[in-house]
């Protein structure tokens, strides 16, 4: 029996005064992804901070014409918010085809930002892994790596982040609220997730005190040419063998801004802005889009059982462009763009 204090907190001061001089506590919302790695004790906090009541399950208009959505927001809700599905569709369909309903029913937008990697190895203590346990070593890289990292893994971990919002997340440019013992900060989405490097116990650059209170959307939405596109296993719920969010803007067939972000391949999701500079000015074709996807795989390093990751990535990005391009998201029309 493993014993953990539990407290439950009623506002974001509560939350930060319970976490105080508290090192081997954690936070728990859904509890979908932190109660199923203390019954596997990969997580062992000594003290459980429930944030699952706090105030911060709404979502606002900001005075910038973006929307802030509270870090307790669950899943569902922001999936079917009019709001979303009217002005960025991309987040709403990313968030449909992650999990199940029963589980976007429970799962908070905060946690799904800091759930952790799904590497079978990570979930088993009887085996060395150095996110688990640094410096133990990694046995994903000479074991069944499948499901593991195609780009920015390192020697020490080649460990995928899961989540399907983050990727849509990536594309949106979306800003993180954060507050800690020194107050409120704002980390750019970009630099939220980090690479594993030769750190990877971290999956990203928030603080063991720190709170998220809520994600900040811009204006844009690219609300007329997105798709997000998860190819998996099953059909539901099962984690991106490779997944792909495409906001495209479009002036009479030609390209103004390309931003494209892929899942299931990397530590964070991954974005190239050099492969999505090469669309700008291009007529929006499938010779411009092989031309994007090929510079995005440039770097890509395989191992012996995901070599297949790289041409279906490849696939996967002319595909995902090519129905943004067409304003088909859900793949309706086998019609070639001119
Ligand atoms: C069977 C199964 C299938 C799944 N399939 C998918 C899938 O296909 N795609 C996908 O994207 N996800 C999938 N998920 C993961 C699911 O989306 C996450 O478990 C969920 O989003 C986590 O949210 P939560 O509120 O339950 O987080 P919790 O489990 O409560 O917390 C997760 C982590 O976040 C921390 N945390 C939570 N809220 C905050 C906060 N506000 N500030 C700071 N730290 C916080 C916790 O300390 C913990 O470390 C699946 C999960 C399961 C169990
Ligand atoms: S890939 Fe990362 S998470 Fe998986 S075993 Fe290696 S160190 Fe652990």
């Known amino acids: ?13 509560e939350a930060m005064r319970l976490m105080a001089g508290s090192p081997g506590a954690k936070f728990i919302a859904g509890g979908t992804n932190l109660v199923d790695l203390m019954k596997m004790e990969v997580e062992r906090p000594t003290k459980l901070i429930d944030v ?26 922001l999936a079917y918010h009019p709001l979303v599905e009217r ?8 968030l449909l085809a992650g999990a199940s309903q029963q589980l976007r029913n429970m799962a908070s937008v905060g946690g799904n930002l800091l759930q952790r990697t799904r590497c079978a190895y990570f979930y088993d203590i009887a085996t060395p892994c150095n996110k688990r346990a640094a410096g133990s070593g990694c046995s994903a890289i000479g074991g069944l790596n499948r499901m593991n990292a195609i780009l920015g893994a390192s020697d020490s971990c080649i460990a995928v982040h899961p989540s399907d919002m983050c990727v849509a997340l990536a594309v949106l440019e979306a800003k993180i609220h954060v507050m800690g013992p020194r107050g409120e900060r704002v980390i750019a989405f970009a630099d939220f997730h980090r690479l594993p490097e030769d750190m990877p116990e971290r999956d990203n650059n928030l603080n063991t005190d720190e709170l998220v209170t809520a994600i900040e959307l811009p204006l844009r939405g690219f609300a007329t040419n997105y798709t997000y596109l998860k190819i ?6 099962a984690f991106a063998l490779v997944s792909v969010a495409v906001g495209l803007e479009l002036d009479r067939g030609r390209i103004k801004e390309a931003r494209f972000a892929l899942g299931g391949v990397a530590h964070k999701p991954w974005r190239n802005r050099q492969a999505e500079a090469v669309l700008s000015g291009r007529p929006a074709d499938a010779g411009a889009f092989r031309q994007a996807a090929d510079l995005v795989l440039l770097e890509a390093k395989g191992l012996e059982h995901n ?30 763009i001119a």
């Open 1 to 13: 029996m493993i014993s953990f204090q539990y407290s439950r907190a009623s506002n974001v001061a």
């Open 52 to 77: 699952s009541r706090l105030p911060l399950d709404k979502v606002e208009e900001t005075a910038g014409g973006g929307l802030r959505i509270g870090a307790l927001v669950r899943n569902s809700d």
């Open 87 to 94: 002005r960025y569709p991309v987040l709403s369909s990313a």
């Open 232 to 237: 998996r296993d099953r059909l539901s719920y």
């Open 307 to 336: 070599t297949f990751k790289i041409a279906l990535a490849r696939r996967a990005m002319i595909r995902a462009l090519s129905q943004a391009a067409r304003g088909t998201p859900q793949s309706q029309s086998n019609k070639k």
